[in-house]
DNA sequence: CTGAAAGCGCTTACAG
DNA sequence: CTGAAAGCGCTTACAG
C-alpha cells in the first residue's frame, strides 16, 4: 500500500553526475546565466526532469540569490478587510515576478528566546508590515540591516525612514460626517473608535471632530466608543450605549465591518436604519453595497494600497528609490444606510 | 536624517571573534546542544547581545537543523470560514513550538518554469494543504521525498498515503435538510452546490439528498444551483432562481457565506426569511448567530479541525504514526432561519 | 562553452 | 569543556 519513497531529494550534483556536466554548467541552465550549448541544455533539463529536481532553496538563498518572494506580516486574518488587501498585494507581487508569504499572528518577543518573525532574509527579498506596535526588536534589527521594509497603513516612526502607504482617512472621514450633518442635518453623531494605537483610527477621529467643529457641533466624549473595527466588538458597543440611554441619531462605526455591527445591535432592539438611527462605515469592503440597508461608507483603495505597497517594496529590493510616503485618496459613497435612498 | 546602515548582518564568525571562542562553541550556546561553560555561556550571549545577532535561518536549515516551522497551502482567504481554521492552526502549532507561514495563491504550474510553491522544505517542516486540485506536480514530489503531508477538508487520493482531517458534511447536511423536512413540512428544498470538485459540497449534497429519498421527496435538478460558497455567487444564483420563478419553499445554500448571499437576495426580492422562504447555511462560522434573522447552520469545528492537522502533521514530522483519516463530528444548529423561534 | 574551486553561514561528529 | 574540519546544496568569479 506504502509508496516508495525515495530518502533524498535531487541535488545538483545527481543532476550534474547523470547529465555528465559539471554542477557549475547545471546551475548555468538552471538560471539561464552564463552561455551553454544548446545540447547540453537539453541533456541537463532532461536529467532534470527525470530526477524529478527542484534546487534546494535554502542553499539557493545562502549562496547569494534572491528568493524572489516577498513577505507579509499581519497581526490576523479576519474580517472583510484583509481579502482586498491580500489581492492587491498578490496582484502586485506577481506582476513583478514574486510570490507572496503570509505570517499572520502578533510578532511577541519570547522571553529571552532569540526567536525571530518566521519571514525574513531567509525566506523573503523585502517585508510588507501591517502592524500597530513598531517598537519590534525584530523589525528594527532588519530595519538597521536595511532589508526591505514597507509599512501599511502607518507612517513611518520618526527616524527610521520606511517608505509607507496608507490612505487619507481624515478626508474621509471629515466628508462622511459632514454628510451626516449636512444633508441629513443629524448632530448626536457616535463615534466608535478602533484598536487602541491605530493609526487608521487616529485619523478618522480626527477626521470625524474637524466635521464637528466645522458645523459648531461640541464635541461629546460620551459619544465615542470602541469598536475596534470588529462586528461582535461594535455590535456589545452600541447595545452599550442602549442600555445606558446615550441618546444619538447617526453611528459613524470606525469602519465597515464594526458598522455591520451596530446594524445588528440596532436591529436586535428594535430599532430601524436608517430611520431611527444612521450608520455609516469606513472601508467599502466587498460587503458593503450588499447589506441591507446598503452601507454608506468611503471608499479606500485597499487593494490599490495593496498593490502600491508591493511596487514600492519592490523598488527597494531592486535598489531604486521608493517614494517616501504614499496617501492614496478616500472617496464618499452615499448609499442607503445613512437615510438617502 | 538617514541612519547609519551597516551594510552586513552579524554571522556566526563575528560572534565567535567578539567573543574569543569557535564558531562551535557559539552554536552550541546558541542551541543549547552540547555543554559549554558557564562564563563562556555569559560572553558569548553578551556578544551575540551586542552584535545584535540571530542566526542566518537558511544556513541553519542548508546545515541541517528543522525550520521549527509549518506551512498552510490555501487557495484564497476570502470568507468567515478561514478566520477560525486559522485560529486553530496557529493555537496548535504554538503549543508544539512551531510557526506558521501562509502561501495564499492556488498554485499555477507555470508554463515550463520549474517553480516551486513557495512553501516546501527550505523554510517549513512540514505542510497543511487546503486545496481542490491535488493533482499536483509540486505535491507530488514532496509526497515522494517523504516531506510531511497533511490535508484539509479532503481525504487523500488513491494511492496517497496523506493523512487527512475532515469533518462529517453529509450527517450534518442530512440532519439539518430533514429539520427542514420534518419540523417545517418543507418539500420543495433548494441546494446550493459548491465549487465544481469541492468534497465538502460533494458530501452535502449527498446528504441532502439522503434526506429528500428519506422522506420520498423526488430529487428536482432545477433545485440545485451553485454558490460556490460564496456571498456574491450565492446571490446572483438565487437572484436567476427567482427571475425564472422556481418554486422553492426552503434553500439550503451550502456554506453560512452563501446563506447570506440568499437572505439578501430574497430580501431585495421583498421576500421575508424565513417566512417566505427559510434559507439554511452550513459551518456556523461566527457571524452566523449575528445575523438577522439568525442563521439555522451546522456547526463544523473548523477550529478544531485546524487544530487536529496541526497535531497530525506534527506527529508525521516527529516520524510517528499520524491517525490516517479523521472525521470530525458535525451538529445540527437551530437558531431562526429555518422558521424555529 | 565548460569545469574546478571558493564561499555563503551554519551544525555536527571527531579529537583532544 | 572546546576547537578544527567536513559538509549541507547552491552560485559565481576565474581559468581555460
Not at 21 to 47: C, H, K, Y
Not at 280 to 285: A, K, S, T
Not at 307 to 316: M, P
Request: charged share 25%.
Amino acid at each position: 500500500m506504502s509508496v516508495q519513497r525515495p530518502s533524498r531529494r535531487a541535488t545538483i550534483t545527481d543532476v550534474a553526475r547523470m547529465a555528465g556536466v559539471s554542477i557549475a554548467t547545471v546551475s548555468r541552465v538552471l538560471n539561464g546565466t552564463g552561455p551553454v550549448a544548446d545540447e547540453t541544455v537539453v541533456i541537463v533539463q532532461q536529467a532534470m526532469e527525470e530526477l524529478n529536481y527542484t534546487p534546494h532553496a535554502a542553499a539557493r538563498s545562502l549562496a547569494g540569490r534572491s528568493t524572489e518572494t516577498i513577505g507579509l506580516l499581519l497581526p490576523r486574518l479576519s474580517g472583510a478587510f484583509y481579502p482586498p488587501l491580500i489581492r492587491g498585494l498578490e496582484t502586485g507581487a506577481k506582476e513583478h515576478g514574486f510570490d507572496l508569504l503570509i505570517h499572520a499572528s502578533v510578532y511577541v518577543p519570547q522571553d529571552g528566546a532569540r526567536r525571530p518573525v518566521p519571514l525574513d532574509e531567509r525566506n523573503t527579498d523585502g517585508l510588507l508590515i501591517f502592524t500597530d506596535r513598531l517598537d519590534d526588536t525584530e523589525i528594527n534589527r532588519l530595519y538597521e540591516q536595511g532589508f526591505p521594509l514597507v509599512l501599511l497603513y502607518r507612517a513611518a516612526p520618526a527616524g527610521l525612514n520606511i517608505p509607507s502607504v496608507t490612505v487619507e482617512n481624515k478626508r474621509g472621514a471629515r466628508s462622511l460626517v459632514e454628510h451626516l450633518i449636512t444633508v441629513h442635518g443629524y448632530r448626536r453623531i457616535a463615534y466608535l473608535a478602533g484598536p487602541r494605537g491605530n493609526e487608521d483610527s487616529y485619523w478618522r477621529e480626527l477626521g470625524y471632530r474637524e466635521a464637528l467643529e466645522a458645523h459648531g457641533i461640541p464635541f461629546d466624549p460620551d459619544l465615542v466608543g470602541r469598536g475596534d473595527f470588529d462586528d461582535v466588538l461594535a455590535r456589545s458597543a452600541v447595545e452599550d450605549w442602549l442600555r445606558r440611554r446615550v441618546a444619538f441619531d447617526a453611528i459613524f462605526a470606525g469602519d465597515d465591518e464594526a458598522a455591520s455591527g451596530c446594524i445588528m445591535a440596532l436591529r436586535q432592539a428594535g430599532k430601524q436604519v436608517p430611520d431611527d438611527v444612521a450608520v455609516v462605515g469606513f472601508d467599502d469592503v466587498p460587503f458593503a453595497r450588499l447589506m441591507a440597508p446598503s452601507l454608506t461608507t468611503v471608499r479606500a483603495p485597499i487593494e490599490t494600497v495593496g498593490e502600491e505597497a508591493v511596487r514600492q517594496l519592490i523598488t527597494v529590493i531592486h535598489g531604486g528609490e521608493p517614494v517616501p510616503f504614499t496617501l492614496l485618496p478616500t472617496e464618499l459613497v452615499v448609499r442607503q444606510s445613512c437615510g438617502c435612498k
